[in-house]
C-alpha cells in the first residue's frame, strides 16, 4: 500500500510566525485531505486537495500530484493553530492512509 | 447538518470482554470507515464499509468486526479484549470515493 511521509515530525514557533508542512506520498493518489487533530482527539477537516492550490484564512495547501506531495502553509500563527497535523491519501480502491504527523506548538 | 456521530465517546472495559462501538454517519453518506489511534502506531486503518458491503480492511486480527446497516449506521466490535486494544477509535463517513471524508470525535476505549 501507500506509504506516507511528513516533515517535520515536531514544529515549534512563535506566535505570528510562519510555517510550511510537507506531506510525500510513495505512489500517486486521487484522494487527499489534511486534518487538524484537537486536543480532545478529533480530526478537523482543513482541505480535500488531491491537486492543485485551495486557500482558506489564513491556511493554504498546494498539492503537486505529478511529485506526489503536498504541502500546508500556515501564516501569523495563533496558539489555537497548536496541535498534530496529519495528511492522509488514497489510490483508487486501497485503504486510506495516514502519514505520522506534524506536532505544531506555538508559543505566546 | 449533523456530523459524523459516534458513541459512546469513553469506554473502561476488562480484559477478555467484548466493547461494541457505534458510528452514525453523515445524512446521505453511504461510506463508512474506521480508525484506531495509538501513540505508539499512529492512525491506523480498520475496514471501510460501503451500501453494507465491507470494501476494505486493514491488518487487524478477527476479533475486530465490524458491519453496516441499511440506514448506513456502522457499529464495530472487538472481542477478548486485551490491553493493548486501548486506543481512540475513530469513525469517518464519505458520499463516496474521491470525495473525502468527515470524522467524528472518536471513542476513547480504555481496557484495564
Known amino acids: 500500500g501507500i506509504q506516507v511521509e511528513q516533515s517535520p515530525p515536531d514544529l515549534i514557533l512563535q506566535e505570528g510566525a510562519n510555517s510550511t508542512l510537507r506531506c510525500n506520498f510513495s505512489?500517486?493518489?486521487?484522494?487527499l485531505q489534511w486534518f487538524h487533530q484537537n486536543p480532545w482527539g478529533q480530526l478537523i477537516n482543513l482541505f480535500y486537495?488531491?491537486?492543485g492550490t485551495k486557500q482558506n484564512g489564513r491556511l493554504s495547501a498546494t498539492t503537486v500530484a505529478t511529485e506526489r506531495y503536498s504541502l500546508l502553509y500556515i501564516s501569523s500563527s495563533q496558539t489555537t493553530d497548536s496541535g498534530v497535523y496529519f495528511c492522509?491519501?488514497?489510490?483508487?480502491?486501497?485503504?486510506?492512509?495516514f502519514g505520522p504527523g506534524t506536532r505544531l506548538s506555538v508559543l505566546p | 447538518k449533523a456530523g459524523v456521530t459516534q458513541t459512546p465517546r469513553y469506554l473502561i472495559k476488562t480484559r477478555g470482554q467484548q466493547v461494541t462501538l457505534s458510528c452514525s454517519p453523515i445524512s446521505g453518506h453511504r461510506s463508512v470507515s474506521w480508525y484506531q489511534q495509538t501513540p505508539g502506531q499512529g492512525l491506523q486503518f480498520l475496514f471501510e464499509y460501503f451500501s453494507e458491503t465491507q470494501r476494505n480492511k486493514g491488518n487487524f486480527p478477527g476479533r475486530f468486526s465490524g458491519r453496516q446497516f441499511s440506514n448506513s449506521r456502522s457499529e464495530m466490535n472487538v472481542s477478548t479484549l486485551e490491553l493493548g486494544d486501548s486506543a481512540l477509535y475513530l469513525c469517518?463517513?464519505?458520499?463516496?470515493?474521491?470525495?473525502?471524508?468527515?470524522f467524528g470525535s472518536g471513542t476513547r476505549l480504555t481496557v484495564v
Open positions: 505512489d500517486s493518489v486521487n484522494n
Open positions: 486537495i488531491p491537486s
Open positions: 492522509a491519501g488514497d489510490n483508487y480502491g486501497q485503504n486510506f492512509v
Open positions: 469517518a463517513s464519505s458520499p463516496g470515493r474521491s470525495t473525502g471524508y468527515t
